[in-house]
Each structure stands twice: as structure tokens, then as C-alpha cells.
T-cell receptor, first 113, second 114 residues
Framework: NAGVTQTPKFRVLKTGQSMTLLCAQD?????MYWYRQDPGMGLRLIHY???????AKGEVPDGYNVSRLKKQNFLLGLESAAPSQTSVYFCASSPTGEGNIQYFGAGTRLSVL | SQQGEEDPQALSIQEGENATMNCSYK?????LQWYRQNSGRGLVHLILIRSNEREKHSGRLRVTLDTSKKSSSLLITASRAADTASYFC??????????????FGQGTTLQVKP
């Protein structure tokens, strides 16, 4: 059982470049989330989805877009990367109920030069 | 803005000792959860306590919740070197509807020395 899988694990971008981070879950969860983690800041919610075809903004959505075309996948896009987007990105999924316990991927470490 | 504040930010203890971490939050909650993060890895759920519960146990973990003070504590008893990790509290706020959104604290880094 793979759980939540994030690709890629590492990436280095130049300012202005674009990229897409992929999150895939095999647990048939309805809810999916994208977070960023910066030193001393904990996790901050970027965007989330409560079901296939739905997305919503979180706490820090600027500079990011998302799509949830299939229930098992949640994509995070950076259209024009900036150094401020250097961070570790985590995807999580959650079933409805169960108190909204979230299951996390291993993270993507992104550096924007 | 982030809701949870954790204390202490860092904690270093000897193997076998107990570790206590505290979390405070600002608004009404449905539940509060604790997660562990090993270095370079994703977060792993440890325990959940609902707003109408005051204490919960899971193995060597004990969580308390005081909704009047808007605070929670996580106690790890008889710590082991393998407990070395960062620990985060996270809340599901009462007003979050059916979104499942968690608000995370900044975390406590625990080092357990052999």
C-alpha cells in the first residue's frame, strides 16, 4: 500500500520557470491538501480539495494553482517560480470522517534560484 | 495566520526520561491532533483528542486537552532515542465546515540522547 506519493522528491528551478508537483493517493480519500513548510513556520496550507473537480484556497495561495481532475491525483503548479517559493512541499489526503486525520507524503524539496 | 503555538520550541532529554510538549490555540475546535515528523520525512499522525474529551492515551503517549484554557499537552513517557523528531499539534476549527482543514503549530523539536 503506497499511501500518498509525491513526485519529484527534489527540484531546482530558476526564477521565472514553471513546474508541476504531483500528488497521488491510493486510499480513495475524498480530501487532499497541499502545504509548504519553512523553517520555524510549521506547515501552512496552500490549496485544498474536498472532492474530484473541486479546489479551494488555503492560507498562502498566491503564486500557486491546483487541479484535481481525478480523485486520486492533486497537482500543484507554479507558473513563474520566485525565490520566496523555495520550501518543502507536502501533500496530504484525508478520508471523510475519522476526525479528519491526514496522511502525508514524503515531501518535495524545491529550491528556486 | 497559524493558530497553534507550541512550547518549548526545542527539548533535549536523556533516554528513559519523560518529555512534555505544550500547545495553545486561539479559537473553538472540533478536535486537536498531534503529529510526528522525523528529519526529512512527512508527518505521521499520532493521536486525536476531541473537544469533549479531557485526556487520551495511546501506548507511551498521553494527551490532555483544556478547552477553557485553549491548550493541550503531549506527554511521552520513558522516551527512546527513536522518539527524536519534531512534534506538531494541529486543530480542526469549529468553523471549518466539511473541509477537514488543519491549522498547525510551529512544532517542538525533541532530541532524546542515548
Amino acid at each position: 500500500n503506497a499511501g500518498v506519493t509525491q513526485t519529484p522528491k527534489f527540484r531546482v528551478l530558476k526564477t521565472g520557470q514553471s513546474m508541476t508537483l504531483l500528488c497521488a493517493q491510493d486510499m480513495n480519500h475524498e480530501y487532499m491538501y497541499w502545504y509548504r513548510q519553512d523553517p520555524g513556520m510549521g506547515l501552512r496550507l496552500i490549496h485544498y480539495s474536498v472532492g474530484e473537480g473541486t479546489t479551494a484556497k488555503g492560507e498562502v495561495p498566491d503564486g500557486y494553482n491546483v487541479s484535481r481532475l481525478k480523485k486520486q491525483n492533486f497537482l500543484l503548479g507554479l507558473e513563474s517560480a520566485a525565490p520566496s517559493q523555495t520550501s518543502v512541499y507536502f501533500c496530504a489526503s484525508s478520508p471523510t470522517g475519522e476526525g479528519n486525520i491526514q496522511y502525508f507524503g514524503a515531501g518535495t524539496r524545491l529550491s528556486v534560484l | 495566520s497559524q493558530q497553534g503555538e507550541e512550547d518549548p520550541q526545542a527539548l533535549s532529554i536523556q533516554e528513559g526520561e519523560n518529555a512534555t510538549m505544550n500547545c495553545s490555540y486561539k479559537t473553538s475546535i472540533n478536535n486537536l491532533q498531534w503529529y510526528r515528523q522525523n528529519s526529512g520525512r512527512g508527518l505521521v499522525h499520532l493521536i486525536l483528542i476531541r473537544s469533549n474529551e479531557r485526556e487520551k492515551h495511546s501506548g507511551r503517549l498521553r494527551v490532555t486537552l483544556d478547552t477553557s484554557k485553549k491548550s493541550s499537552s503531549l506527554l511521552i513517557t520513558a522516551s527512546r532515542a527513536a522518539d527524536t523528531a519534531s512534534y506538531f499539534c494541529a486543530t480542526v476549527n469549529s468553523g471549518s465546515g466539511n473541509t477537514g482543514k488543519l491549522i498547525f503549530g510551529q512544532g517542538t523539536t525533541l532530541q532524546v540522547k542515548p
